[in-house]
């Protein structure tokens, strides 16, 4: 079936009940900011929207153990009295976070389908809790499940592609992502983030497949587009993905007071404009973007929809 000229836009109503602490940045906030600026932009009456299923635990085993996935419902159980259960020192859970991180987990699966399946060309998840950081066997950096992980997994088994790419502009290292596939020859991982940062990682675990590029602090858009065209770009045109999911994370923004990179709308715009550009010619436009990080509201919101109005673009 040939890809409708449309984007999807998948949430769900669960992932702002999810709270970790009432001043944590990772907050419902962040997603009400960016429903405001996509619907006075106009944006919103443009996007086909969809809510998020429930992912299954069939397809959360693909990429997590099953300690994992038990330990998550036992913090739940324990959470289900009120009041939050930490994880570690960053990440919490409230009695409805794991239904919203089924929900977010569920949301990108959906995405991959809709868009394999030829009724939509890309998809943008605007989803919480975030899940690059999430590791096959440990929630981290207030990720509970990683949600791309999960899709791209959904992707190679139940619709048998042999090639996908993961593009990750978060300003952390999606460890998570490449603690899952960095042994996987199916999927290539290509990203930049600020170092040294947390998670402190990326660096021992390039390869070709694992195309990790580090950012020092104050570094503003040339340079990161300099690594996209250096780098990036180069590794994918050789890869050749039948389909890429993007771990958008926002939070490298030069208003992100979390970070240290300097980033502003137009390098979002503009690196969504490239990953088109790989897309229309090696995966039929095929593009599953997620949200991940981005902490700064007014900067989050007009970055998330500088990345939608491209590709929206025919």
Same mark, same amino acid.
């Given at each position: 079936m040939?890809?409708a000229?449309? =984007? $999807?836009?998948?949430?769900?109503?669960?992932?702002?009940?999810?709270?970790?602490?009432?001043?944590?940045?990772?907050?419902?906030?962040r %997603?009400? $900011?960016?429903?405001?600026?996509?619907?006075?932009?106009?944006?919103?009456?443009?996007?086909?929207?969809?809510?998020?299923?429930?992912?299954?635990?069939?397809?959360?085993?693909?990429?997590?153990?099953?300690?994992?996935?038990?330990?998550?419902?036992? *913090?739940?159980?324990? $959470?289900?009295?009120?009041g939050?259960?930490?994880?570690?020192?960053?990440?919490?859970? &409230?009695?409805?976070? %794991? !239904?919203? @991180?089924?929900?977010?987990?569920?949301?990108?699966?959906?995405?991959?389908?809709?868009?394999?399946?030829?009724?939509?060309? &890309?998809?943008?998840?605007?989803?919480?809790?975030?899940g690059?950081?999430?590791?096959?066997?440990?929630?981290?950096?207030?990720?509970?499940? &990683? &949600?791309?992980? /999960? $899709?791209?997994?959904?992707?190679?088994?139940?619709?048998?592609?042999?090639?996908?790419?993961?593009? +990750?502009?978060? #300003?952390h290292?999606?460890?998570?992502?490449?603690?899952?596939?960095?042994?996987?020859?199916r999927?290539?991982?290509?990203? =930049?983030?600020?170092h040294?940062?947390?998670?402190?990682?990326?660096?021992? !675990?390039?390869?070709?497949?694992? #195309?990790?590029?580090?950012?020092?602090?104050?570094?503003?858009?040339?340079?990161?587009?300099?690594?996209?065209?250096?780098?990036?770009?180069?590794?994918?045109?050789?890869?050749?993905?039948?389909?890429?999911?993007?771990?958008? !994370?926002?939070?490298?923004?030069?208003?992100?007071? %979390? *970070?240290?990179?300097?980033?502003?709308? +137009?390098?979002?715009?503009? /690196?969504?404009?490239?990953?088109?550009? #790989?897309?229309?010619?090696? @995966?039929?436009?095929?593009?599953?973007?997620v949200?991940?990080?981005?902490?700064?509201?007014?900067?989050l919101?007009?970055?998330?929809?500088?990345?939608?109005?491209?590709?929206?673009?025919?």
């Amino acid at each position: 079936m040939r890809p409708a000229s449309h =984007t $999807a836009f998948i949430s769900h109503p669960d992932c702002l009940l999810h709270e970790m602490d009432f001043y944590h940045p990772e907050s419902p906030a962040r %997603l009400k $900011a960016i429903e405001d600026e996509l619907s006075a932009s106009g944006l919103m009456d443009k996007l086909r929207r969809y809510q998020a299923p429930l992912a299954t635990v069939g397809q959360l085993e693909r990429v997590h153990t099953r300690e994992h996935i038990a330990r998550l419902h036992a *913090a739940a159980s324990r $959470a289900a009295s009120g009041g939050f259960v930490y994880l570690d020192p960053d990440t919490a859970m &409230n009695r409805h976070s %794991l !239904g919203a @991180a089924y929900r977010a987990a569920g949301a990108v699966v959906l995405a991959a389908d809709l868009v394999i399946e030829g009724a939509a060309e &890309n998809a943008f998840c605007s989803i919480r809790p975030p899940g690059h950081h999430a590791e096959r066997g440990y929630p981290m950096g207030f990720c509970l499940f &990683n &949600n791309i992980a /999960v $899709a791209v997994a959904h992707a190679l088994e139940t619709h048998a592609l042999k090639r996908v790419a993961v593009v +990750d502009f978060d #300003v952390h290292h999606g460890n998570g992502t490449e603690d899952i596939f960095q042994h996987d020859p199916r999927v290539m991982m290509v990203s =930049t983030f600020q170092h040294p940062f947390y998670p402190y990682s990326g660096i021992a !675990g390039r390869s070709e497949r694992m #195309v990790n590029i580090p950012l020092p602090a104050g570094s503003n858009g040339k340079v990161f587009r300099k690594a996209v065209d250096e780098f990036w770009l180069p590794a994918l045109e050789r890869f050749k993905p039948q389909m890429l999911f993007v771990s958008a !994370g926002f939070d490298a923004h030069a208003d992100d007071e %979390l *970070a240290s990179l300097n980033l502003v709308e +137009d390098d979002y715009a503009w /690196v969504t404009e490239k990953i088109k550009e #790989v897309a229309r010619a090696y @995966a039929g436009k095929r593009i599953v973007s997620v949200l991940e990080g981005g902490y700064a509201l007014a900067a989050l919101a007009r970055s998330v929809a500088a990345h939608i109005e491209v590709l929206m673009k025919p």
